[in-house]
């Protein structure tokens, strides 16, 4: 048997997928591959329905019905109801004796480029690479927000930088030209998602010191996994105007209401997140409301996303950004 995970460059779970590939096997002979895909055309040749996409001798036995080629992130669903970054060793075993059933799977949850493409870049995710001194400092702008609660100054940069044989402003224009971060006209730092320089509808406490804006409540849940600390989301809901809040203590994660929800949506168009999909991905306190909102913003396409959903996303897409 041949079994190839198709990933995009350093997607985070491509590790994973491997992993439980190799521990569905348990021993028994296949042929395993990791391929990059660089572009949507790519991923049409080889039928990848977001990264990782896992094919057995050619085939995506995890794949939903009309599922569309894509180099999106892409997020599973197992038999009871987890949502995870890639399918369980138990569902690949499954797979590979050919007796796995396809969970269903709600709106945003895979390769969906409406819901997810703008939230990772295109499928790129948001960590920055390595080369021309981007990923210094971008992870050191990231850890400014989370210490002071705003943006740094770009002289504050310049010695990582000129490191790279560069100047902070090169370096923070490449960084806004790849959608890592926003400047403003004078070519300040006005956001670095998760994080907004101004105020949002979404304030983040964490830790119980510092407090930050984030510029979407997708953003807002990627805090805690980035930083890997306990949070306190204080939103609101943009159709009622009552409050949501997600608390995560150790591990774990409270919203308050209980049934609140997140809508995940993106303006036609493409261009920057600050602009495509910032404003489309809200809490609300209900599914209810969520579609109340949808229904009175038709140009916006997206969908709701349950609790687990909503943070999976986000965990996927903010967790590896400040590792080393």
Not at 125 to 141: D, K, M, N
Not at 207 to 226: F, N, Q
Not at 257 to 285: E, K, S, Y
């Amino acid at each position: 048997m041949r079994i190839t995970v198709l990933t995009v460059p350093e997607c985070p779970n491509a590790p994973l997928a491997l992993a439980r590939v190799t521990a569905a096997l348990a021993g028994r002979a296949a042929e395993v591959e990791l391929v990059e895909i660089h572009d949507q055309t790519r991923a049409a040749e080889l039928g990848m329905n977001g990264s990782p996409t896992i094919l057995l001798d050619g085939v995506d036995p995890f794949a939903a019905a009309g599922a569309v080629a894509s180099v999106s992130c892409r997020l599973y669903r197992d038999a009871d109801g987890t949502v995870d970054g890639a399918p369980s060793v138990t569902a690949l075993r499954e797979a590979l004796s050919g007796t796995y059933q396809a969970q269903a799977v709600a709106p945003g949850e895979c390769c969906e480029p409406g819901l997810l493409d703008v939230v990772g870049r295109a499928g790129r995710g948001r960590r920055a690479p390595a080369e021309r001194g981007l990923r210094a400092v971008h992870q050191a702008v990231l850890r400014h927000f989370t210490t002071a609660g705003t943006a740094p100054r770009p002289d504050v940069l310049e010695p990582l930088a000129a490191s790279a044989g560069r100047t902070a402003g090169e370096v923070l224009a490449e960084l806004a030209a790849e959608d890592f971060l926003t400047l403003d006209e004078a070519g300040q730092i006005s956001a670095a998602y998760p994080f907004s320089a101004v105020p949002t509808r979404h304030r983040v406490r964490i830790g119980g010191g510092t407090e930050v804006w984030s510029m979407c409540a997708v953003d807002a849940l990627g805090i805690p996994a980035m930083l890997n600390a306990d949070v306190v989301i204080s939103s609101t809901d943009p159709v009622t105007g009552e409050p949501v809040t997600v608390t995560t203590h150790d591990g774990a994660t409270v919203w308050e209401p209980q049934q609140a929800v997140v809508f995940v949506g993106q303006r036609p168009g493409g261009g920057p997140a600050a602009t495509a999909c910032c404003d489309a991905l809200n809490f609300f306190t209900s599914a209810a409301s969520a579609r109340a909102w949808a229904k009175d913003h038709p140009g916006v396409p997206g969908g709701v996303v349950d609790q687990a959903s909503a943070e999976a996303i986000a965990r996927q897409t903010f967790g590896p950004l400040l590792a080393p």
